[in-house]
């Protein structure tokens, strides 16, 4: 289906997937901060928010109505048009990257088929990084524009830890392409679905682009922008209400691209074991539901494991961080490549 | 010179680092299927020994008479001076006594004030009180518009501390 041929179809087509796709994320990031806080308190033997609604299942509403009816302050020091548009630049990346993430099998619309992702980009991954890495602007452009010292050093070290972490996880999915040998991510589920996913294929890379995703969400153990204990609040110091909430849905739209990423790249998509394409093509449009909670499972599980590991791991100290990124996860990356590409040798010659 | 504490080598295993989190990842996954131990604080409440120090309060014996006998040894002792005690007198014209006329006590406060915002819970006014008429109950919510809340009177002490029963009867057959 094309522009050209049906033009309403694809249009309503396409905005309905942009509406499903933005509201299932949204109130994912709701949930997942109320996720955040449960599993934190089981995890120290607390309860969690348990007041608004049953299992304090309302939580998030409240909370998203206490930021809207909040004074939005702009403090008297600060560069008033970065600071107003930092706390978007932070979030619009995390949510224009869902658009070339592939989250179902196929779906026939009135004869038509409809593959289940906003833009299926022949080089859907390199628009993905070039987009997600924009999010540092954000941090850095709050950090600047705050003007006072807690919120520039968060800027600081978030520039230059997302940069560091940005070469990993580049390097470390180059082994995965030199093996499909396409940048689209439709094709790199597809042949997982067929074959075998990829973290078995590329467990080392698997392992890289876990640690760097934590590290360029800004999340424990690498969430030295932010880090409470010694910069206050970090780059969102001076913010507060709206502002302060979008930085905080920024955050969790940004696990969520992760996660949906990693799932997309190393755990099959859609995938559930042992079935094929064909299987979820006999499913008819059914196939494209029970490919879209399968997606949506393994997304969940690690937006779990994220919080998992927040309330595990303390914070690493600057140094190394920068050990850690430089001087192990880079030349591990690198000799990763290097190994892909001679196991690939035949295939290529 | 202080004393050096070498730091301990690492094995090779543990150097590796990620095994280590997937040992700490997993303290923290039993860690939460283990019973809260918070208490849900309007409901549920914490249940405290008899020896709790909370606000003191004055006791009424078996049959509802005051036993404070307004001896002033409690405003004589407390450390932060938070007790003031005007006696009052059982009998006779100025009669303070609130049931009937007991003619072996002779005086009964006339107004008790204890000052919550100086009282420091101590338990020196329970440790002298010869009549084991006041004691320091387990209430310890204590909270006020003003400050004059919170000075507590004669009525609000018995309020709190309510009728005591236990096995000594001074005045029975007397």
């Known amino acids: 289906m094309s522009f050209s041929e049906e033009p309403l179809l694809y249009i309503g087509v396409n905005l309905a997937k942009i509406i499903i796709v933005t509201h299932v994320v949204l109130v994912v990031c709701a949930y997942a901060v109320l996720a955040e806080r449960k599993v934190s308190a089981w995890m120290q033997d607390r309860v969690g928010p348990n007041r608004v609604g049953y299992f304090g299942l309302l939580q998030p509403i409240a909370d998203a109505l206490k930021f809207f009816f909040k004074e939005d302050i702009v403090p008297g020091h600060v560069n008033k048009a970065l600071f107003v548009l930092a706390p978007a630049i932070a979030l619009m990346p995390s949510l224009i990257v869902l658009a070339v993430i592939p989250i179902a099998p196929p779906v026939v619309v009135m004869g038509h088929t409809v ?7 022949d080089i859907g991954i390199l628009f993905l990084f070039a987009i997600s890495s924009l999010a540092v602007y954000g941090v850095v452009l709050a950090g600047w524009a705050s003007n006072s010292k807690y919120p520039l050093l968060g800027g600081v070290r978030a520039s230059a830890q997302m940069i560091s972490y940005e070469l990993m996880l580049g390097l470390s999915v180059v082994g995965i392409f030199m093996a499909t040998g396409t940048l689209r991510l439709m094709d790199i589920v597809n042949l997982q679905v067929d074959g075998v996913w ?9 392992i890289i682009f876990v ?7 800004n999340r424990l153990p690498f969430d030295l922008p932010e880090a409470e204990t010694e910069l206050v609040a970090g780059y969102h110091t001076e913010y507060g209400s709206m502002k302060f909430a979008m930085f905080f849905i920024g955050e969790y739209a940004a696990m969520f691209g992760f996660s949906a990423l990693v799932a997309v790249l190393f755990l099959g998509g859609w995938d559930i074991p042992f079935m094929s394409s064909e299987t979820f093509a006999s ?6 539901v029970v490919g879209f909670i399968s997606f949506m499972t393994k997304v969940l599980a690690f937006m779990f494991l994220y919080i998992w590991v927040r309330w595990t791991i303390p914070r690493f100290r600057y140094d190394q961080l920068m050990n850690l990124g430089w001087k192990v996860l880079l030349p591990i990356a690198l000799v990763n490549v290097i190994i892909t590409g001679l196991f690939n040798l035949p295939k290529g010659s | 010179m202080g004393k050096v504490v070498e730091r301990k080598k690492l094995t090779w295993f543990q150097e590796l680092y990620l095994p280590q989190v997937v040992q700490g990842l997993g303290m ?7 019973k809260e131990i ?3 604080y309007p409901e549920e409440r914490q249940q405290f020994y008899d020896d709790y120090r909370g606000a003191p309060g004055l006791v009424k014996d078996q049959e509802g008479r005051e036993k404070c006998v307004s001896c002033q040894l409690c405003e004589y002792i407390c450390p932060p001076k938070a007790i003031v005690i005007k006696p009052g007198e059982i009998g006779g014209p100025d009669n303070v006594a609130e049931t009937e006329v007991n003619e072996n006590v002779e005086k009964a406060p006339k107004e008790f004030f204890i000052d919550m915002l100086r009282c420091i819970y101590c338990g020196y006014c329970e440790e002298v009180c010869p009549e084991e008429a006041i004691f320091m109950t387990s209430m310890y919510e204590l909270n006020g518009q003003t400050r004059a809340e919170l000075v507590h009177d004669k009525d609000r002490l018995y309020e709190i501390g309510g009728t005591r029963v236990d096995t000594i009867q001074k005045w029975k057959g007397k």
């Open chain 1, 283 to 288: 499913l008819g449009n059914w196939g494209a």
């Open chain 1, 198 to 206: 990829n973290c078995f294929y590329h467990p080392i890379a698997f």
């Open chain 2, 28 to 34: 923290t996954f039993k860690q939460m299927f283990k």
């Open chain 2, 38 to 40: 918070t208490l849900q």
């Open chain 1, 211 to 217: 640690i760097a995703a934590f590290a360029e969400t």
């Open chain 1, 115 to 121: 593959p289940m992702v906003i833009a299926d980009l």
